[in-house]
């Protein structure tokens, strides 16, 4: 048998073995003439259990009872500790879950390595959505690449039987569900046999829908319910699961060869105009990325060749699903966010651990005299380290399950209070509890191995003569000490400035909508595409609506735009002339700029007539041409297609968080009229307007308008930019408290320790000011060198952030000076005030006492 | 133990390999022979007998069975292993060695 195996099975019989060691060593001794010259049995009891080397398994379990009995013995203590490495440890779980869940997996689709997103590209700009017609071009012309093509049409459509309200339909191809691999919780869901453009008309509802809004009624499937205005049976409820392509799970799915059942006059299946629909892929097994773009180049020669609105040059651009559909560049960006929190909660763990590490050392420092004990009885400095190790281990374990629970806790509310969807899945995985276990042993270096080494080099016997305070006072001022005090100090003070300049990035989207004023101003939306109203129809209905609309008393202005502020999708472009520019273009009519308060800079509005002329919002003038005295050159530079009117103050309307963007206006072209909606600008409150928007809409009884005030966009825009801050702060907030509690509690501990002296200094007439400062002059160093250390390092790391692809605010002198005052003062309190206890207790009465 | 009794460190095992490679005996036996052999020039602390034969058993060199003794009593004898065998020759070769080399040195002028 192999040595090892021996000996585990030595233990795992160990009370049996030790029953016959007992018995043979006794009739051993019986047998003697002389029974003392046997030797002490239990001396030779303990050295054969030696022999098979297991003993160091009793001391540790010896060690480990130890520790369990000391932290029960101070409860505060622990809970404390265990605090503050469930902060420290969870919050870097927290974010493994997340990104683990949500950015870095591929999206949960059946066979999803083969899984592709086609843009429309063309030199110089890509677009997101393709025309129908060429979804089924490639469809039937694909030289064999793609095993299939799936198609997502997403809009909002109204919901009940007079239109009361709004839900968000995706209209999909029928082998959406058979080909990302999911099927229905009841009923069925749309299938390519079944539901073809001639068949009875029906929906899918979601599962979140289903449960919120239909009370999870199971008689829900087969019933009649309606979807802009038409009646159409519910086949069957989406599974809970099932996972969107991107991050979205619409209210209801409706076969996409169905739509004209709900829009009879809609081109949308016809036209090779409209951009419309999202298209993905499942590439044929064997076949590469790569490989499937240059093939569906031909493809896409031929669709030119047939038909004139495909340009020649262009050709679809696959994003695998590997890396979520993004291009590179936005997966750089998700990489590099996602590297920068990781970085962020190393350092929050960094201070916890530090913090942590010198409360350890302080309670050790008060058992130098039973550690000095254990060495003269003969226990090697290797026992001793071994022994204040094993003491932090249940410790690092409560603060590692406590992690755990942080995490799950913590992801569960950013994924509640974000409205993430339900197929997300938070629940704590192994890699999860694998990450806890590493996190938790690197946590016991700091707080177990660092403290007991520095323990075990001291001249521990030394300490029983003078009752540990010589040993005491030599750890108190050790290198160690004071780097972790430092590291706290530098990481708080990191964090703190990180977490002002994610405030401060809030308040930019909050002020870039001072750009535009939201707050009066209301959307009405009515797709009269869909209704079959196009070109000179649409615009006549436009036009008379807006009539009705000005004529209202409550009404200042209206405007009618291809994409409301906040709300609305465009379709972005990145110029050649501007790369790290994301351009977003609207068409508006001449009144839009008064409507939403966006000062024109030079130039003028559109007026009638204006053929291939353009507003640039100040940031593409400037980016474009390096000046806003552009007025008459041609755009964009490189392509001379158009000519410049007017520059626009920066207004974001599209996308207001973000710090990468410009805007680019066009004119309306009555093809516009379409899809557009109308901005209106209230006298009063934009609260009363939705109503009187939507009465003046109603004058087609086909028409299904639908009006909402602005600022319900807003909030909801802001939701998640807000959470980001609110959380950042609480974390820069939090690791600052955790630096002053370190602070105050290795200045409390350095006065106990210097009671004696600070009550001789006080009888011999030392003055309070003068004490202050020696008592805390100890720690002011390491204090200051923290602040130094944090400071130079908040340089880089904000230049990093406030540069692609973070564009967090650079924290201006004003925010930067705030920051360093409640840094200054908070750091300051806990420096000073243990001292001041100390001094008010009056230590000459400590001095007496002793 | 050894040390106590004046033998070099790790001979005790060597002797035990050596006492019990004849036929299985007890600790007490073991004890006896020790005795008897070097005619009780090494008197060991006789219980320091049990770690060194639990260190044995460890190692795989022996193995221990409950037996009836002559006098009818129930003792645990040990039994030397092949891989013992192995360990008694090489142990015994190398601390032939040391006491040639240390003979040698002593005896020379």
């Given at each position: 048998m192999n040595t090892w195996l021996r000996r585990v099975w030595y233990l795992l019989n160990r009370p049996r073995h030790e029953r016959d060691l007992i018995r043979e060593m006794n009739e051993h001794r019986e047998s003697m003439h002389d029974p003392s010259r046997f030797g002490d049995t239990h001396r030779l009891l303990e050295q054969s259990r030696d022999a098979w080397g297991w003993n160091w398994l009793d001391d540790a379990v010896q060690d480990l009872s130890v520790g369990i009995r000391t932290l029960m013995k101070s409860p505060s203590f622990a809970i404390l500790a265990t605090l503050i490495l469930s902060f420290g440890i969870g919050l870097n779980l927290t974010l493994f879950q997340m990104i683990g869940v949500g950015l870095l997996q591929p999206p949960a689709l059946k066979d999803a390595d083969s899984w592709v997103r086609f843009l429309r590209a063309a030199p110089g700009s890509t677009t997101s959505t393709v025309p129908y017609p060429l979804t089924q071009f490639v469809k039937e012309n694909n030289h064999g690449v793609l095993a299939s093509v799936v198609l997502e049409y997403q809009s909002a459509v109204a919901w009940g039987r007079n239109a009361e309200d709004h839900i968000n339909a995706s209209f999909v191809s029928s082998n959406w569900f058979d080909e990302i691999g999911y099927g229905a919780a009841h009923g069925r869901v749309l299938s390519e046999t079944i539901d073809g453009p001639a068949a009875a008309p029906v929906v899918v509802i979601s599962y979140t829908f289903w449960r919120n809004r239909l009370g999870a009624d199971p008689n829900a499937v087969g019933t009649t319910v309606y979807i802009d205005r038409k009646p159409v049976t519910v086949a069957g409820i989406a599974s809970?699961?099932?996972?969107?392509?991107?991050f979205n799970v619409p209210d209801a799915f409706l076969a996409i060869v169905q739509r004209e059942y709900f829009y009879p006059q809609s081109t949308l299946l016809r036209s090779w105009d409209d951009e419309a629909v999202d298209m993905y892929a499942r590439l044929a097994p064997g076949v590469s990325v790569a490989a499937a773009r240059e093939a569906l180049r031909t493809t896409m020669q031929a669709a030119a060749a047939d038909r004139?609105?495909?340009?020649?040059d262009e050709w679809l651009e696959p994003l695998s699903a590997r890396s979520n559909f993004m291009r590179d560049w936005e997966r750089q960006g998700v990489l590099a966010v996602v590297s920068l929190m990781g970085a962020l909660t190393t350092l929050v763990l960094i201070v916890a651990a530090a913090n942590l590490g010198n409360l350890v050392m302080s309670r050790a420092t008060g058992r130098v005299r039973e550690l000095g004990v254990r060495m003269a009885l003969g226990a090697r400095r290797t026992r001793i380290v071994r022994q204040l190790v094993i003491e932090s281990v249940p410790l690092v374990l409560m603060g590692a399950l406590g992690s755990l629970g942080f995490a799950w806790t913590a992801a569960t509310l950013i994924a509640a209070l974000g409205g993430?969807?339900?197929?997300?899945d938070f629940t704590i995985k192994w890699g999860t509890v694998m990450l806890a276990v590493a996190l938790g042993l690197l946590s016991l270096v700091v707080v177990g191995v660092l403290p007991a080494w520095k323990v075990a080099q001291q001249q521990l016997i030394e300490a029983i003569k003078d009752g540990g305070q010589h040993v005491s006072r030599a750890l108190d001022r050790t290198l160690m000490r004071r780097v972790m005090v430092a590291a706290q100090v530098a990481g708080s003070c990191l964090l703190l400035i990180v977490a002002g300049m994610m405030i401060r990035t809030v308040q930019r989207a909050i002020a870039s909508s001072e750009g535009f004023d939201y707050q009066r101003a209301a959307v009405l939306s009515m797709p009269l595409g869909r209704y079959g109203l196009k070109t000179e129809a649409a615009r006549n209905y436009w036009y008379e609506v807006k009539a009705r609309v000005l004529a209202h008393p409550e009404v200042e202005s209206a405007a009618i735009v291809t994409a409301p502020p906040l709300g609305g999708r465009v379709n972005e472009t990145n110029f050649r002339d501007t790369p790290g520019l994301r351009t977003l273009t609207q068409s508006v009519d001449p009144e839009y700029f008064d409507t939403m308060k966006i000062p024109l800079m030079s130039g003028r509005t559109f007026a009638p007539g204006d053929e291939r002329t353009v507003i640039v919002s100040r940031r593409l003038a400037m980016e474009m041409y390096g000046s806003i005295d552009v007025l008459g050159r041609a755009f964009p530079k490189s392509g001379a297609d158009d000519t410049i009117i007017g520059v626009a103050a920066d207004a974001h309307t599209i996308r207001p968080d973000a710090n990468d963007v410009a805007e680019l206006y066009r004119p309306l072209e009555v093809?516009?009229?379409?899809y557009v909606e109308m901005v209106v600008r209230a006298r009063n409150e934009a609260d009363r307007l939705p109503p009187i928007l939507r009465e003046a809409a109603m004058s087609d009884p086909r028409v299904i308008p639908s009006a909402h005030a602005m600022h319900e966009d807003f909030d909801r825009r802001m939701q998640g930019p807000r959470i980001a801050s609110a959380i950042a702060s609480g974390i820069g907030v939090l690791t600052l408290a955790l630096a002053c509690l370190g602070i105050i509690g290795v200045v409390s501990y350095g006065v106990a320790l210097r009671t004696k002296e600070i009550g001789i200094r006080v009888a011999l007439g030392a003055r309070q000011p003068a004490l202050l400062r020696s008592i805390v002059r100890q720690v002011l160093r390491p204090v200051a060198a923290g602040a130094i250390i944090g400071l130079a390092l908040a340089i880089p790391t904000g230049l990093a952030l406030a540069s692609e692809p973070f564009y967090l605010e650079n924290a201006d002198p004003v925010a930067f000076g705030v920051a360093l005052t409640v840094f200054g003062a908070a750091i300051a309190a806990a420096l000073i005030w243990p001292a001041m206890q100390v001094l008010k207790r009056n230590p000459v009465d400590a001095l007496r006492h002793s | 133990m050894p040390r106590a009794a004046g033998l070099p460190p790790g001979t005790l095992s060597l002797l035990i390999l050596r006492v019990v490679r004849q036929e299985p005996m007890h600790g007490y036996a073991i004890a006896q022979k020790i005795r008897t052999l070097s005619s009780d020039q090494l008197s060991v602390e006789e219980g320091s007998l049990y770690p060194a034969l639990q260190k044995l058993l460890a190692n795989g060199w022996v193995k221990a069975e409950w037996t009836t003794s002559e006098t009818g009593r129930q003792v645990r004898s040990y039994r030397i292993t092949a891989r013992g065998l192995k360990q008694l020759e090489s142990e015994q070769d190398d601390y032939q060695r040391m006491a040639d080399a240390i003979a040698a040195i002593l005896q020379s002028t």
């Open positions: 809970a699961d099932l996972p969107g392509f991107d004139s609105q495909i340009k020649k993430f969807p339900p197929y997300l093809a516009d009229f379409s | -």
